[in-house]
């Protein structure tokens, strides 16, 4: 059965820059999640970043998220404030926006698997009832 999952920056990169060298274990591990996976604002924003000087990058991204591939999903007030509290307990390690922002959605939407390539980080980081997320691929 195909999982629900967050996505984080590194296979949206992946994904649409043919030369990165996880670009294929990425576009092979899309067949694995039920769409669209959930991202937002935080991620786009370092993809943006990130992709900054690849003509069509971001284009690209919005594309993605046209087809139902992926989904931004909102942030509010409580969002926020639970961020806030992630990034202070993790800053020991500089934990990043766009992670806590990742970690706050898959607990709110009871997801249980991130899309990252970022195993350093997400190995350690817990859900406030002290769950990790499995880490794809």
């Given at each position: 059965?195909?999982?629900?999952?967050?996505?984080?920056?590194?296979?949206?990169?992946?994904?649409?820059?043919?030369?990165?060298?996880?670009?294929k274990k990425c576009v092979a591990a899309m067949k694995a999640?039920?769409?669209p996976l959930l991202t937002c604002w935080p991620v786009i924003t370092e993809a943006a970043w990130l992709l900054r000087n690849e003509p069509g990058g971001l284009k690209?991204?919005?594309?993605?998220?046209?087809?139902g591939s992926f989904e931004l999903v909102e942030l509010d007030e409580?969002?926020?404030?639970?961020?806030?509290?992630?990034?202070?307990r993790y800053a020991s390690i500089g934990a990043q926006m766009a992670?806590?922002?990742?970690?706050?959605i898959a607990e709110?939407?009871?997801?249980?698997?991130?899309?990252?390539?970022?195993r350093r980080d997400f190995s350690i980081y817990?859900?406030?009832?002290?769950?990790?997320?499995?880490?794809?691929?």
């Amino acid at each position: 059965m195909a999982k629900r999952a967050v996505a984080d920056t590194g296979p949206l990169i992946a994904i649409v820059r043919k030369r990165e060298s996880a670009h294929k274990k990425c576009v092979a591990a899309m067949k694995a999640f039920q769409p669209p996976l959930l991202t937002c604002w935080p991620v786009i924003t370092e993809a943006a970043w990130l992709l900054r000087n690849e003509p069509g990058g971001l284009k690209a991204i919005a594309g993605l998220v046209a087809s139902g591939s992926f989904e931004l999903v909102e942030l509010d007030e409580v969002a926020l404030h639970w961020i806030v509290a992630f990034l202070e307990r993790y800053a020991s390690i500089g934990a990043q926006m766009a992670d806590a922002a990742l970690i706050y959605i898959a607990e709110r939407e009871g997801i249980e698997t991130v899309f990252t390539l970022d195993r350093r980080d997400f190995s350690i980081y817990r859900t406030t009832e002290g769950r990790a997320l499995e880490i794809m691929p």
